[in-house]
Structures are given as C-alpha cells and as structure tokens.
C-alpha cells in the first residue's frame, strides 16, 4: 500500500524506496528519544535505503536546531542542502523543509532557494517552494511567488500540487496577492496546480478560473496536418 502511495515502482518517482510500515507518530517520538544522537550518525541515517530511517534523521535535525546557537543552525542547514538527493520523497521535504531552510533563510539572502528552483532534481524543486512555507507564515509572500513563476510551468505534477498549495496558504492570509498572481497566470497554469490554489474559494469563484482557463486540444486540420489551438472554457 505504501509502495503505490508513494509511488515506487519502476520508473516512478521514488523507484524502489523501502518502507518499513512505521508510522509517523512513532517515528517522532524515536527521533525525540534520540535527538542527542551525533551529527556525524544522523546523517548516515539519512543516507539510509530505508524510507522511514531517513525521515526519522530529518525528524531529528528539526529537534537539533531548535535547539542549537545561530553557528549550529548553520551547520545543520548546511547538511540539509548537501543531501536533498536523500530527502527523495514529498513527506521527507514536506515535513522538514520550512523547519530548517525556511526558518534559516528568513532574514538571510535567499538566493540558494532560485538556484534550487531551477534544480533539474525534483526534490530540489519541492525544497525550494515548500520552504517558502515559514516566509508565509509570517506574511511574506514575495518570494514565494516569485518561484511560483518559475514553477509555473513545471511538468511534474508533485511540483504543481506544492506550488497550488503554497498559493493557497497565500490566499488564506491575503487573497488580494493570490488573486493577482491567479490573474496573470490562470489561464496557462497546470490544472492541477490551479485546482490546489483555488480550492478553498466559493464554488461560483473557483468555477469562473476553471473555466476561464485555456486547454491546448489537437485538431486535425482539414487537408490532414495537425495544428494547435487553444479554446477557452472546454
């Protein structure tokens, strides 16, 4: 069951993570019994095959830098960027990554978070929106909307689902500054990241973007070539 929840069969997203079957309440409290645990140790528990081992070391990095001086935070972030290739499915970056990058970053340059935005690596991808998640927390929603542009356009649907999200927690604080971005790119956006975004919105409103929104359909043109139009409202 978890294999197909998380998508790891051949040639999907998480090709052959190994699940355990622990579930996430006891994965916390394992990770707050062993948050002494060197840093040296965590991070090859995150390097572990196993799913559930990584999460608990992601689980344990949060605990330490909570906890830890501004020269240790840095160093755990640090440690959080030289492994994103380990932190390989959407709960391991959902659960982690405004904890640590975001909080980091939110009075810092944020520069590292455009790079990971354009990261042919997926969950580079995903740590860049979702870290954006502590900067809205806090009503700042300027970069996140600046990577949700460079997003926009992304093709992988993980990608539209965190971008959709992320705009949706705008509109939750500011619906002006989600609405505007709607605005500019409904027509072109993912329809799954367009159905995230504007999911809370009164049916009557979120009816007038879907159908507002353009759809790219293959007509056959009549001498036999092929030819794109876009329709509005199918």
Do not use: C
Request: no cysteine.
């Amino acid at each position: 069951m978890l294999r197909r929840f998380f998508k790891t069969g051949p040639g999907e997203y998480a090709e052959g993570d190994i699940f355990l079957g622990v579930t996430v309440p006891a994965l916390r409290k394992l990770a707050k019994q062993f948050q002494g645990l060197k840093l040296r140790s965590v991070v090859e528990l995150l390097r572990s095959p196993i799913h559930e081992e990584r999460l608990t070391a992601l689980l344990i990095l949060i605990l330490k830098y909570r906890k830890s001086d501004a020269d240790h935070k840095s160093r755990i972030y640090r440690i959080y960027l030289e492994n994103t290739r380990y932190i390989n499915n959407w709960d391991l970056v959902d659960v982690t990554a405004k904890h640590i990058i975001g909080d980091f970053l939110r009075d810092k340059d944020k520069s590292i978070l455009y790079e990971l935005a354009r990261s042919p690596l997926l969950w580079d991808r995903r740590i860049a929106i979702l870290s954006t998640f502590h900067f809205i927390e806090n009503d700042q929603f300027k970069d996140t909307l600046k990577i949700a542009r460079l997003l926009v356009s992304d093709r992988h649907d993980l990608i539209h689902k965190a971008v959709g999200w992320m705009l949706r927690e705008i509109g939750k604080r500011d619906l002006e500054a989600e609405e505007k971005f709607l605005k500019r790119h409904h027509r072109t956006m993912p329809r799954t990241m367009l159905r995230y975004a504007i999911e809370k919105f009164p049916e009557s409103r979120r009816q007038m973007y879907l159908n507002k929104q353009y759809t790219q359909t293959l007509h056959i043109a009549a001498k036999g070539g092929l030819r794109w139009r876009s329709t509005e409202g199918m």
